[in-house]
Nanobody, 127 residues
Framework: QVQLVESGGGLVQAGGSLRLSCAAS??????YAWFRQAPGVDLEFVAA????????YYADPVKGRFTISRDNAKNTVYLQMNSLKPEDTADYYC??????????????????????WGQGTQVTVSS
């Protein structure tokens, strides 16, 4: 059974940094994404990385602060989060799929498009 396992969450002060990791058990996926969910709020797209590794997508609130990257040799995707703000506080989830033929980039930002999900890691940013 394929698993995605996130790590790297924690408590950090505003302005600080964290790096989240998501390791896929035994395989590499074509596409990876990070979503987040704060208490009482719907699941929100954060960032995505396309199969070629050359295309990345970010939600407007995190552009310029977060970076998604991948290491296929380690079957791992990362989310480097800098200049963290209290509003970044949420549970962060890694998602993945094997789609290679994509007709519209909006799919990368759509949670239902991803078939594999991790269990989540909590990020808390104090003010």
């Amino acid at each position: 059974q394929v698993q995605l396992v996130e790590s790297g969450g924690g408590l950090v002060q505003a302005g600080g940094s964290l790096r989240l990791s998501c390791a896929a058990s035994g395989r590499t996926f074509s596409n990876y994404a990070w979503f987040r969910q704060a208490p009482g709020v719907d699941l929100e797209f954060v960032a995505a990385n396309r199969w070629s590794g050359s295309s990345t997508y970010y939600a407007d609130p995190v552009k310029g602060r977060f970076t998604i990257s991948r290491d296929n040799a380690k079957n791992t995707v990362y989310l480097q989060m800098n200049s963290l703000k209290p509003e970044d506080t949420a549970d962060y989830y890694c998602a993945a799929n094997d789609q290679t033929f994509v007709t519209n980039n909006v799919y990368f930002k759509t949670a239902s498009w991803y078939g594999y999900w991790g269990q989540g890691t909590q990020v808390t940013v104090s003010s």
